[in-house]
């Protein structure tokens, strides 16, 4: 398998990593940034190419970790060029692209996985498998943060510009928004409020969505560019009629359960702690790739659910412009 990465920053090493843990051979690698781009080919024994077009005829699977604006453009001109595509989340910045990328993978023949990368940490993963295998009982409150500093920017940092990164919300909160979804089903109406809402010149940013789903069940999703460089937590508790489990990062268990166990006289029990992260888990979601090519399995995240994602963060978004709740469905 014949791998080109695209984009040679922070994701780009991330997956490059992964390639390479899985067995494929990174052919070559394309970036703005030239001394990132010779600095992650001189690692992977790849070649530097010029271009994102110069690259397409040599590969077989096209990793695009590049700004989010360029998602879609790409994307379909690697479909076009019979290429495999893995993409870096948000899988767009609108729905009729997202949708334009999926119909357009369909058409060529082609795999589309958008990297939503938080399905495949351990602790993330483990508590979806026992809700998914009815632990909880009925699901009734999800609440998600992720809490982190802002990214570094430079002089013309695409990240600044809402217009290319999605901002806050499709860059850093997309990631709880699909995991809600995925445990919880489809979102029928969101109510977000955050800092930059009343206070647009603010250095730091935090939003506070509410969710309500289809299933009944509801969730409070934090996001935040606020802290202090280097500091980075996330976290969930997940509960239902049958228990609550929860995670911290600052904790040293993988997960705790609490549970309400059938004939245990009203006692709770305290499920073991899972062995704590064994493989860096951008790896792992790149090995899951990787198998899924070679065997024609189906992903752990379908475009289909990454664009669901995406809608719930433009209704987040349109719901911090108009201070009203949103219907997702309604949002393109």
């Given at each position: 398998?014949?791998?080109?990465?695209?984009?040679?920053?922070?994701?780009?090493?991330?997956?490059?990593t992964?390639?390479?843990a899985?067995?494929?051979?990174?052919?070559?690698?394309?970036?703005?940034?030239?001394?990132?781009?010779?600095?992650l080919?001189?690692?992977?024994?790849?070649?530097?190419?010029?271009?994102?077009?110069?690259?397409?005829?040599?590969?077989?699977?096209?990793?695009?970790?590049?700004?989010?604006?360029?998602?879609?453009?790409?994307?379909?001109?690697?479909?076009?060029?019979?290429?495999?595509?893995?993409?870096?989340?948000?899988?767009?910045?609108?729905?009729?692209?997202?949708?334009?990328?999926?119909?357009?993978?369909?058409?060529?023949?082609?795999?589309?996985?958008?990297?939503?990368?938080?399905?495949?940490?351990?602790?993330?993963?483990?508590?979806?498998?026992?809700v998914?295998?009815?632990?909880?009982?009925?699901?009734?409150?999800?609440?998600l943060?992720?809490?982190?500093?802002?990214?570094?920017?430079?002089?013309g940092?695409?990240?600044?510009?809402?217009?290319?990164?999605?901002?806050?919300?499709?860059d850093?909160?997309?990631?709880?928004?699909?995991?809600?979804?995925?445990?919880?089903?489809?979102a029928?109406?969101?109510?977000?409020?955050?800092?930059?809402a009343?206070?647009?010149?603010?250095?730091?940013?935090?939003?506070?969505?509410?969710?309500?789903?289809?299933?009944?069940?509801?969730?409070?999703?934090?996001?935040?560019?606020?802290?202090?460089?280097?500091?980075?937590?996330?976290?969930?508790?997940?509960?239902?009629?049958?228990?609550?489990?929860?995670?911290?990062?600052?904790?040293?268990?993988?997960i705790?359960?609490?549970?309400?166990?059938d004939?245990?006289?009203?006692?709770?029990?305290?499920?073991?702690?899972?062995?704590?992260?064994?493989?860096?888990?951008?790896?792992?979601?790149?090995?899951?790739?990787?198998?899924?090519?070679?065997?024609?399995?189906?992903?752990?995240?379908?475009?289909?659910?990454?664009?669901?994602?995406?809608?719930?963060?433009l209704?987040?978004?349109?719901?911090?412009?108009?201070?009203?709740?949103?219907?997702?469905?309604?949002?393109?």
């Amino acid at each position: 398998m014949r791998v080109g990465i695209v984009g040679a920053g922070s994701m780009g090493n991330a997956h490059a990593t992964g390639w390479l843990a899985a067995g494929a051979e990174i052919v070559g690698v394309t970036s703005l940034d030239d001394g990132s781009a010779q600095r992650l080919a001189q690692r992977c024994g790849a070649r530097v190419y010029a271009g994102f077009e110069s690259l397409l005829p040599d590969v077989d699977v096209v990793d695009l970790c590049v700004p989010s604006d360029l998602h879609a453009s790409m994307t379909m001109r690697a479909a076009e060029a019979g290429k495999h595509v893995v993409c870096e989340k948000p899988i767009a910045l609108t729905v009729a692209d997202a949708e334009a990328m999926t119909a357009a993978c369909e058409r060529a023949g082609v795999r589309l996985f958008v990297a939503h990368v938080v399905r495949f940490f351990p602790q993330y993963r483990a508590a979806a498998e026992a809700v998914q295998a009815g632990q909880l009982g009925q699901l009734g409150v999800l609440r998600l943060r992720r809490l982190s500093y802002a990214p570094r920017r430079g002089e013309g940092s695409w990240f600044d510009d809402e217009t290319r990164s999605g901002g806050i919300v499709l860059d850093l909160m997309v990631h709880d928004l699909d995991y809600a979804q995925w445990l919880a089903g489809p979102a029928t109406r969101v109510f977000a409020t955050s800092v930059k809402a009343t206070d647009p010149t603010s250095r730091c940013d935090y939003v506070q969505a509410t969710v309500r789903f289809k299933s009944g069940a509801m969730a409070l999703v934090e996001g935040g560019w606020a802290y202090p460089p280097g500091l980075f937590r996330t976290g969930f508790d997940l509960a239902g009629t049958d228990g609550l489990i929860e995670w911290d990062s600052d904790s040293t268990e993988s997960i705790h359960r609490a549970l309400h166990a059938d004939g245990a006289e009203g006692a709770a029990e305290v499920g073991l702690p899972l062995t704590v992260m064994a493989e860096d888990p951008y790896t792992t979601e790149i090995k899951h790739v990787h198998d899924a090519l070679q065997h024609d399995r189906p992903f752990d995240v379908s475009p289909q659910e990454a664009t669901a994602a995406l809608q719930l963060g433009l209704a987040v978004r349109a719901s911090l412009r108009s201070g009203r709740s949103v219907v997702p469905a309604e949002v393109r």
